[in-house]
């Protein structure tokens, strides 16, 4: 029957259950950003190392007679990879999920979604998979498509007895990493109603932490100071999941702890921050 | 996590009708601040008017029907299940109409609405469908492939009805319906809420400051002042109960004519532009006792009308009082 000829019908469909709701928020989420060209062309063009890495990889493999300076094939060859890659992370982290939150209380979207049977929890798990979907999807594919790479390149996998928890820190750095930047944009989005703020606060809060640690060790001339800096930790906590020597003296169990402080204290700042009484004012 | 399965329905009252709202001595306090005090009232459907001044609990009401408020004491039930202890159920089976302009920025209406549905648990495929349907149905034909930034008030409106509307509630609750629209607006709003209650069986809960909103469309009304219910019950019955109203035209000393006639008992209110009293008193009183207190007064009766009691003089009334 066309449209128009239709007047307003009981549904007769089934409800899905309660589950998985919170995957509807990330699935619409993903393909209206997919449907950004700007955000297509971010994504594209955080690829670019990865395929740079990909032809070092095919030269290393094919061609062991050409030097490639101090790039050798082992696991900080990868955690390099992810740890360059936070600077996409930092820009697609912004593009993302700066407005997620600010925006739905600018426009008063909390008020749409909480009075539907999800609960305040779902949102945000929504929301929070939006923006890890994405630094997944520049982390941890093309992270795990090095390794794979490598074995199809090589001759002889004997490589594999030296490497074999590659792929597994490759996951647990890109989850690391997915975990800390969604919480903390997330965290800042929920702050107010602009995306602009969350994003400046973002952006501050990575760096400033930084600059703090480089003018304390300046100061003092210790690298313990590492521990105020996320980037610091970020790599710090790299080095222990690639077994790889950290770049700073403070342990690096001891910068694992602070990025998982951290998210949790993000999560609890984001999680006061959604409540269900304010969608009726 | 999975909220426990409420019972299906529960038989309140004479054991024969379902209510649709049953509110039990409710107490909600923010602190020490109660918002509302030992609230009961019962609806046994159709369209349902909530009236009150600002702060006196209309909002708090409806955030414990939405199950976002935890009672003090007291209970509150919206279609037979507790709304605190299932909430998800409740808000499966209710849609809301917020008072203020929420959109979600990005969506054309089809996809804003059946996102909605979507976030109330139907299928992609389903909710996209219904979306469509819903969206011709409150009368945005054509632009419900615009993006919704782009609306206009009256479209926002509509729209929001839409996303209240598409998972088929058994109960809706309108928040100031027709805020923001232009008379013929309201008019079509308003008959749609209309339509939507009598014929197709949805009920609706109308929160609305415009008294003659809740007057064309509700048969029951509840009316809150500070934290409690000051009446409730049938529109008609309420209306029709007690007093009849005149509107008087008099020449002469005004002051004594009023004075006089509330010494009497009456309720007496003179509107200025109209230049005209209304003049609330007993039914068995009739109009010659306002004949009696204009002579008594020494004043002449110029124009004598009996008028009907409106929603607007029961509003006033149980506030003031």
């Excluded at chain 2, 209710?94 to 139907?122: R, S």
């Excluded at chain 2, 308003?190 to 048969?219: A, R, T």
Aim: some cysteine; proline content about 4%; aromatic content about 12%.
């Amino acid at each position: 029957m066309p449209i128009y000829e239709l007047g307003y019908r009981h549904f007769k469909g089934e409800f899905k259950g309660h589950t998985h709701r919170f995957l509807t928020i990330t699935k619409r989420g993903v393909a209206l950003l997919f449907k950004k060209r700007r955000f297509l062309y971010l994504i594209i063009l955080s690829f670019i190392p990865f395929v740079v890495r990909g032809v070092v990889i095919y030269i290393a493999t094919h061609y062991p007679q050409v030097r490639l300076g101090a790039l050798t094939l082992d696991p900080k060859f990868y955690r390099d990879f992810l740890f360059q890659q936070i600077f996409f992370v930092l820009i697609i982290s912004l593009y993302a999920g700066s407005g997620l939150i600010a925006n739905d209380i600018r426009y008063n979207a909390l008020q749409i979604y909480l009075s539907k049977p999800i609960t305040r929890f779902d949102y945000i798990a929504g929301k929070f998979g939006i923006v890890s979907f994405f630094i997944l999807l520049v982390t941890l594919i093309p992270g795990l498509l090095l390794f794979l790479l490598r074995i199809l390149f090589s001759d002889d996998l004997s490589f594999l007895s030296d490497i074999y928890f590659v792929p597994f820190s490759i996951i647990g750095y890109s989850f690391i990493i997915a975990v800390f930047f969604s919480v903390l944009i997330l965290a800042l989005s929920a702050l107010g109603r602009s995306a602009r703020f969350a994003g400046i606060g973002f952006l501050a809060i990575y760096f400033l932490s930084d600059v703090l640690f480089q003018i304390l060790r300046g100061m003092f001339r210790d690298s313990n100071f590492a521990l105020l800096s996320f980037r610091a930790n970020m790599s710090q906590v790299g080095a222990m999941l690639f077994g790889t020597s950290p770049r700073f003296s403070p342990p690096p169990l001891a910068s694992l702890a602070i990025v998982i402080l951290s998210i949790l204290l993000f999560f609890i700042l984001l999680h006061r921050r959604i409540r269900g009484v304010e969608v009726v004012k | 996590m999975e909220e426990p399965k409420p019972p299906l329905f529960r038989i309140m009252g004479d054991g024969s009708k379902k209510m649709i709202i049953e509110v039990e001595n409710l107490t909600i306090k923010y602190g020490e601040l109660a918002a509302l005090k030992g609230v009961s009232f019962a609806t046994k459907g159709g369209a349902v008017g909530l009236l009150g001044p600002n702060g006196a609990g209309k909002s708090t009401l409806i955030k414990t029907l939405l199950g976002f408020l935890t009672p003090v004491s007291g209970s509150a039930a919206v279609l037979g299940i507790d709304s605190s202890r299932f909430p998800l159920e409740v808000r499966r089976r209710i849609g809301y109409l917020p008072e203020e302009d929420a959109l979600i920025p990005g969506f054309t209406g089809v996809g804003f609405v059946a996102y909605a549905g979507e976030l109330a648990g139907m299928d992609y495929r389903d909710a996209i469908e219904r979306a469509h349907e819903i969206l011709y149905f409150v009368g945005l034909k054509e632009a419900r492939y615009r993006r919704v930034e782009t609306y206009s008030s009256g479209m926002r409106q509509r729209v929001k009805l839409a996303q209240a509307l598409v998972h088929d509630p058994e109960l809706l609750l309108l928040d100031e319906p027709t805020i923001g629209m232009d008379p013929k607006g309201r008019k079509e709003m308003l008959d749609l809420i209309k339509d939507i209650v009598e014929k197709k069986g949805i009920n609706v809960l109308l929160s609305s400051h415009i008294l003659h909103d809740v007057e064309y469309v509700c048969s029951e009304v509840v009316v809150l002042n500070r934290g409690e219910v000051v009446v409730s019950g049938d529109l008609k019955e309420l209306l029709g109960r007690e007093e009849e109203v005149y509107e008087v035209r008099i020449r002469g000393e005004r002051d004594g004519f009023t004075s006089l006639l509330k010494k009497r008992g009456a309720r007496v209110y003179f509107d200025d532009e109209e230049g005209l009293f209304r003049i609330f008193m007993k039914k068995e009183w009739g109009s010659a006792s306002i004949f009696e207190a204009a002579r008594d007064s020494g004043v002449e009766v110029r124009h004598l009308l009996a008028s009907k009691r409106t929603l607007e003089d029961l509003f006033v009334k149980v506030v003031e009082e």
